[in-house]
T-cell receptor, first 113, second 112 residues
């Protein structure tokens, strides 16, 4: 079945370490997104990509980096520069051309110890 | 980033009751979406609305795109325990079709 797979589901990291969250989709969607979710704050856009080898900053890109080398994959790196990285991270994808809406993965919970 | 005004923030109801929640914006929207998020999972799209006045149902759920294009509501009839979760509204401005704006969510608890 088509869908989005995020891994790992849970991740613990020490302060000062970079960590990479994986997002893979087999929906043949062109656009992919990363959101951060904190309690009571809803969803905030970190980065998005509408085509391979191109991506744009969202509202809270500082301390994060992404790559889009393949259509199916959009990994997110949480760098040591991100001051408050503990959060629930959601990856989503969407077909272009005005059809369809965001389809989300199951999320990755990052905890910094 | 900008956010929608979604209310109520939380609800605690008895099984079988009807539920209503809404979102408002200060700007005109051309798309309203309603998502549900179960604990520890990603949001799932419930209903999408693209025309002012549009009324759409999905089982026990009904949503409407307000005539003013600045609001939308979601109703759940005869609630059941599995309706528990966070409901998010989201929308796109008429002037910027790419950016999706999110409400802060309505947390629903259902007492069996």
């Amino acid at each position: 079945d088509g869908g989005i797979t995020q891994s790992p589901k849970y991740l613990f990291r020490k302060e000062g370490q970079n960590v990479t969250l994986s997002c893979e989709q087999n929906l043949n969607h062109d656009a992919m997104y990363w959101y951060r979710q904190d309690p009571g704050q809803g969803l905030r856009l970190i980065y998005y990509s509408q085509i391979v080898n191109d991506f744009q900053k969202g509202d809270i890109a500082e301390g994060y980096s992404v790559s889009r080398e393949k259509k199916e994959s959009f990994p997110l790196t949480v760098t040591s520069a991100q001051k408050n990285p503990t959060a629930f991270y959601l990856c989503a994808s969407k077909g272009l051309g005005g059809t369809g809406e965001l389809f989300f993965g199951e999320g990755s919970r990052l905890t910094v110890l | 980033g900008q956010q929608l005004n979604q209310s109520p923030q939380s609800m605690f109801i008895q099984e079988g009751e009807d539920v209503s929640m809404n979102c408002t914006s200060s700007s005109i929207f051309n798309t309203w979406l309603w998502y549900k998020q179960d604990p520890g999972e990603g949001p799932v799209l419930l209903i999408a609305l693209y025309k002012a006045g549009e009324l759409t149902s999905n089982g026990r759920l009904t949503a409407q795109f307000g005539i003013t294009r600045k609001d939308s509501f979601l109703n759940i009839s005869a609630s059941i325990p599995s309706d528990v979760g966070i409901y998010f509204c989201a929308g796109r401005y008429a002037g910027n079709n790419r950016k999706l704006i999110w409400g802060l969510g309505t947390s629903l608890a259902v007492n069996p």
